[in-house]
T-cell receptor, first 114, second 115 residues
Framework: DAGITQSPRYKITETGRQVTLMCHQTWSHSYMFWYRQDLGHGLRLIYY???????DKGEVPDGYVVSRSKTENFPLTLESATRSQTSVYFC?????????????FGDGTRLSIL | AQKITQTQPGMFVQEKEAVTLDCTYDTSDQSYGLFWYKQPSSGEMIFLIYQGSYDEQNATEGRYSLNFQKARKSANLVISASQLGDSAMYFCAMSPLFGNEKLTFGTGTRLTIIP
């Protein structure tokens, strides 16, 4: 019962570098999400995907790129990392969309950009 | 637009006592979902309980129950017989009828259980 797995758990990188955060789920859930969690802002949605090859922007998409070529994977790429992107990143999935669908979260990736 | 308000930034509760974590919400939707999540110090987000706006009974999951008062727009989490392992941040969240991608979180309540 692996569920949803994020890697790496911790990452330190420098400004201007590209970094990719991985997310893999074993439930075959249709929906996947990327959030960032910052003090004072709570959890904010970056991007989400309703199915393979379907992605859409959330509240704070600037500076991020996503793809979803397979249902189980939803990587998040910071093309040119900035210090303001230092945060804890959570991937989540839900079986379907809809108000009665809980999102199930991964353990998070703590990203520090120097 | 939806909004979730959690007015208790922190709470201290004696072990084995019951605890109520407050959550109020604002929405113009007639149909919506309410969720509670737990975030321990290890950082993961754990789904606890769900309440639909049209559910007539309050949701329960083990020691967790949701005190849903639709007219007051409140969805308080009740934890019975608290345990040391209940110490964590707790987040209330809300989803509109169409699209749980619009899940809105509150700012959280840090619960500390005292032995």
């Amino acid at each position: 019962d692996a569920g949803i797995t994020q890697s790496p758990r911790y990452k330190i990188t420098e400004t201007g570098r590209q970094v990719t955060l991985m997310c893999h789920q074993t439930w075959s859930h249709s929906y996947m999400f990327w959030y960032r969690q910052d003090l004072g802002h709570g959890l904010r949605l970056i991007y989400y995907s309703a199915a393979a090859d379907i992605t859409d922007k959330g509240e704070v998409p600037d500076g991020y790129v996503v793809s979803r070529s397979k249902t189980e994977n939803f990587p998040l790429t910071l093309e040119s990392a900035t210090r303001s992107q230092t945060s804890v990143y959570f991937c989540a999935s839900s079986e379907m969309g809809g108000s009665n669908q809980p999102q199930h979260f991964g353990d998070g990736t703590r990203l520090s950009i120097l | 637009a939806q909004k979730i308000t959690q007015t208790q930034p922190g709470m201290f509760v004696q072990e084995k006592e019951a605890v109520t974590l407050d959550c109020t919400y604002d929405t113009s939707d007639q149909s919506y979902g309410l969720f509670w999540y737990k975030q321990p110090s290890s950082g993961e987000m754990i789904f606890l309980i769900y309440q639909g706006s049209y559910d007539e009974q309050n949701a329960t999951e083990g020691r967790y129950s949701l005190n849903f008062q639709k007219a007051r727009k409140s969805a308080n989490l009740v934890i019975s017989a608290s345990q040391l392992g209940d110490s964590a941040m707790y987040f209330c969240a809300m989803s509109p009828l169409f699209g749980n991608e619009k899940l809105t979180f509150g700012t959280g309540t840090r619960l500390t259980i005292i032995p």
